[in-house]
């Protein structure tokens, strides 16, 4: 018993660390998980949580019979599938290429010039989209203008939303998102390199046989943890992106959930796709984690 109360006081330093972490999950993340409840009720403000009646699975039948839940599913996946298959490589990539690099200062200017976007607000990024794009006042066109060509409509046409999306994505997290992948590779033995260097291989045998090893678990887990956002892919950026004219491809749950919910008062109504998109998510990191520990990989869990 002494040796326990021993050990407990000497850890006592490291539960206060871990004490705000706690804190935040226990009171923004599962304290919160009693709200679920609404989804199955016609939630009153007035009546309150307790009194509200309930209605069962109402709302979810509304969702799936609305006009635009197959619009809103198609372009919340296109988008997801653009972040997963495109962006999620390029910090991959990234941290590749600056592991090779070998003049320390180019590299630690690479870095830091790459990861600087990632403090910038979605509301400064796309108003300095707007100042670049925009088809009257936009920069671009401008220069356009005055070498006599026509105005390119960016910001207008639906074509040109999810390329721009990505484009925005890939600029201002990349940086940031490849310090977990330079932190996997700094943990490798060197004289693996070293003796790869003895046996005549090349630096792009080196990268492909140790250091994209070496990445494999990391990158497996941060797939499936990518997986369970499938459906939320960002509401400030996409609401601030969007206007009339691109709302067939821009138009996604999160900025349904805003309109129908906050701006329309259906706390309930909105509850119900808050908790079908969190459902979906669970399912794909819970089928992903299976397959990974099925083929003899480390999953999340």
């Known amino acids: 018993m002494s040796h326990t109360r021993k050990l407990l006081a000497r850890g006592i330093p490291l539960y206060l660390m871990i004490l705000p972490g706690l804190l935040y999950f226990l009171l923004f993340r599962y304290l919160p998980m009693g709200g679920i409840a609404i989804a199955f009720q016609e939630y009153d403000p007035f009546d309150g949580f307790w009194h509200s009646e309930w209605v069962g699975l109402e709302h979810f039948q509304r969702l799936f019979g609305e006009a635009d ?46 990861y600087m976007p990632h403090f910038l607000s979605w509301v400064v990024v796309v108003g300095m989209t707007v100042l670049l794009l925009s088809t009257q006042e936009g920069a671009l066109n401008k220069l356009f203008v005055s ?46 390199y070293e003796a790869a ?11 492909l046989h140790i250091s994209l090893p070496a990445l494999k678990s990391v990158i497996l887990i941060m797939f499936i943890l990518r997986l369970g956002q499938v459906m939320d892919i960002g509401f400030e950026h996409i609401l601030l992106m969007q206007n009339s004219l691109n709302l067939d491809v821009s138009d996604v749950f999160d900025t349904y959930v805003y309109r129908t919910g906050i701006l329309s008062g259906q706390y309930s109504y909105t509850t119900a796709v808050g908790l079908f998109k969190s459902v979906i998510g669970l399912a794909l990191v819970i089928a992903a984690n299976t397959i990974a520990k099925r083929l003899g990989e480390d999953g999340v869990y």
């Open 69 to 114: 839940f197959w619009l809103l599913m198609r372009n919340t996946l296109v988008l997801s599938g653009l972040n997963l298959f495109l962006f999620f490589p390029a910090p991959i990539v990234l941290a590749l290429l600056l592991n090779e690099a070998r003049v320390k200062l180019f590299r630690k200017t690479v870095q830091t010039i790459t």
């Open 197 to 207: 260097v003895v046996d005549g291989a090349s630096r792009w045998r080196q990268m």
């Open 147 to 192: 070498q006599g060509w026509e105005r390119l409509e960016v910001l207008t046409n639906p074509d040109y939303f999810r390329p721009l999306y990505l484009f925005q994505n890939i600029w201002k997290e990349t940086g940031w998102s490849a310090i977990i992948f330079l932190a996997a590779l700094a943990s490798v033995d060197p004289t693996l």
